[in-house]
C-alpha cells in the first residue's frame, strides 16, 4: 500500500527508482519491492521519501477523529 504511494510520488516528480533509492541511501532493488509490494514500507523510509519528493501525510484515528503525530507512530514501533 505505501509503495505504491512512493511509486506515485516518484512518478510525479520525475524520478527514476535509482535516483529515488540513492537519495534514501537504499539499494534501487529495495525500493522496487517497496512499490511492488514484496517487502513493507518502514515509516523512516516513507517519512525520509516524503519529505525528499516535498509530500505531507496525514494519518488520522478514525475512531478517535484525530491526527496521528510521528512522535505517537515511533512510540507505537
Same mark, same amino acid.
Given at each position: 500500500m505505501w509503495g505504491d504511494y512512493i511509486k506515485y510520488m516518484?512518478?510525479?516528480r520525475c524520478l527514476?527508482?535509482?535516483? /529515488?533509492? #540513492?537519495?534514501l541511501f537504499i539499494a534501487p532493488s529495495t /525500493?522496487? #519491492?517497496?512499490?511492488?509490494?514484496?517487502?513493507?514500507?518502514?515509516?523512516?523510509v516513507l517519512d525520509k521519501a516524503m519529505k525528499i519528493m516535498n509530500y505531507k501525510i496525514t494519518i488520522v484515528d478514525c475512531k478517535k477523529n484525530k491526527e496521528?503525530?510521528?512522535m505517537e507512530i515511533e512510540r507505537i514501533k
Open positions: 516518484r512518478i510525479e527514476t527508482q535509482r535516483e /529515488l533509492a #540513492h537519495k /525500493l522496487s #519491492h517497496y512499490e511492488v509490494g514484496t517487502r513493507m514500507v518502514p515509516y523512516s496521528i503525530t510521528k
